[in-house]
């Protein structure tokens, strides 16, 4: 059985969290994102549970839909981190030599400049290796 507990936002959201683990939300409907997934799942070693956000119960994870489809989203007891600073938890949380690269990728100047590079792979992440013309972000949220 899964149990869930919660805190609230600055905001007065009420925001939940699994207790059985960290959750990692990317976008499923995306052939790029979804072969990092599985590249994430064959070589790092994470306790996280790795879903689709599309296959999510994002209101129980805190999580609104433009987020989720703008950016990869890790859940945790510390609250939600998007981007760059989820894929910094998810290598801390993977222990091993991932760790040390998670905690350089998780602080301030690493993140000044993973923030304009993740961006600009989600551009572009439909013509990236594995991707495809749906992995298009202006496509996901139809913008064009």
């Known amino acids: 059985m899964t149990h869930a507990n919660g805190c609230h936002d600055g905001d007065g959201r009420r925001r939940l969290w699994i207790v ?13 994102c979804s072969s990092c997934v599985r590249l994430i799942q064959r070589r790092i070693p994470t306790h996280a549970r790795i879903v689709a956000w599309q296959f999510a119960d994002l209101d129980t994870l805190g999580v609104d839909p ?18 760059p600073e989820a894929i910094a938890r998810l290598l ?25 590079v993740y961006r600009w792979v989600a551009r572009n992440r439909h013509r990236l290796p594995g991707g495809t013309p749906a992995c298009s972000v202006s496509q996901a949220r139809g913008d064009g």
């Not at 059985?20 to 409907?29: H, S, T, W």
């Open 20 to 32: 059985a683990g960290p959750v990692f939300l990317y976008d499923g409907d995306c052939a790029f």
């Open 92 to 116: 801390s949380e993977a222990g091993s030599y991932w760790r040390p690269l998670g905690v350089i990728l998780g602080t301030r100047p690493f993140l000044w400049i993973a923030w304009p």
């Open 66 to 83: 433009d987020s989720a489809s703008a950016a990869v989203q890790w859940i945790d007891h510390r609250g939600v981190a998007a981007g």
